[in-house]
């Protein structure tokens, strides 16, 4: 039994990975995903691929993408609420990532503001979340994941070594993708079941902050057309990280990208 195989086996009949399909290689699993909403696919399908020839990560950044050694996945979710509240997937996501990876490896897994997991403060994995609405309802989310599992580090293209490692690097031996998969899979589909009947809860912001690498951190945040200094203080009630800066002034970020300030 191949690695999708015994996947596919472990999730039989569940809601996230009940169904998968499996791809060799594609550009990047976000458009095929796409593509099976538009055709009807149920919440939960899973999109598979070997390796990518243009993966993608947030911002529009590459994703390298080799062959027989990571996860690469686009996972649909249908959820039943308004636009605005779709922000709240990728950080549940980040808890559930953190959660299965620390579950299944017996690594330290944190999560960095806003997609990113690192382990030994390196990227281990990331999550790209695209959504597409009918006026303010949420039409469907794709939640695109991938995960270095056993990237050997010397496979680890030069430019990319002090801020990405694997599974494998870290631990020190090699890492079934199957139960990697699962595992996340599972986390994934327990903080989602919660997120539909809680919302964006106490439980869920509080797991969010206990996880956070960057808590306490000074920080650069940079959105579109500026760059804010400051400390990270958490997430608030609403989702939206905190940052206080030296003047003691406090700044909401729904979005951006984070950097430890040298």
């Known amino acids: 039994m191949n690695w999708v195989e015994e996947l596919r086996a472990a999730r039989q009949g569940k809601l996230i990975g009940g169904e998968i399909f499996f791809c060799p290689e594609v550009d990047s699993t976000n458009p095929q995903a796409r593509q099976y909403c538009l055709e009807g696919a149920k919440e939960g399908t899973v999109i598979l691929a070997e390796s990518q020839s243009q993966g993608r990560g947030r911002l529009g950044r590459q994703w390298q993408s080799p062959a027989g050694v990571n996860i690469y996945a686009s996972i649909i979710l249908r959820p039943p609420m308004r636009a ?121 912001r509080e797991e969010w902050n206990r996880l956070s690498w960057v808590n306490q951190k000074w920080v650069t945040i940079t959105v579109p057309g500026r760059k804010f200094e400051g400390r990270v203080l958490g997430l608030d009630a609403d989702g939206a990280l905190l940052v206080i800066d030296g003047q003691e002034k406090i700044q909401r970020f729904i979005a951006g990208d984070v950097s430890l300030r040298l």
């Not at 990728?90 to 490896?105: D, E, I, K, Y």
């Not at 998969?181 to 919302?199: D, I, M, N, P, S």
Request: contains cysteine; glycine residues 10%.
């Open 84 to 204: 605005a509240s779709a922000p709240h997937i990728p950080l549940l996501a980040g808890v559930a990532g953190a959660q299965a990876l620390a579950r299944a490896c017996g690594l330290e897994a944190r999560i960095k503001w806003p997609n990113d997991i690192l382990v030994n403060g390196k990227k281990v994995a990331g999550i790209l979340s695209e959504m597409e609405a009918e006026g303010l309802q949420v039409r469907f989310i794709i939640l695109g994941v991938g995960i270095n599992v056993n990237w050997q580090k010397k496979d680890i293209p030069p430019d990319l070594r002090e801020i990405a490692t694997s599974l494998r690097a870290e631990g020190g031996r090699e890492f079934s993708r199957a139960k990697v998969a699962a595992e996340f899979f599972e986390e994934l589909e327990g903080e989602y079941v919660l997120f539909l009947k809680e919302g964006f809860s106490s439980r869920l």
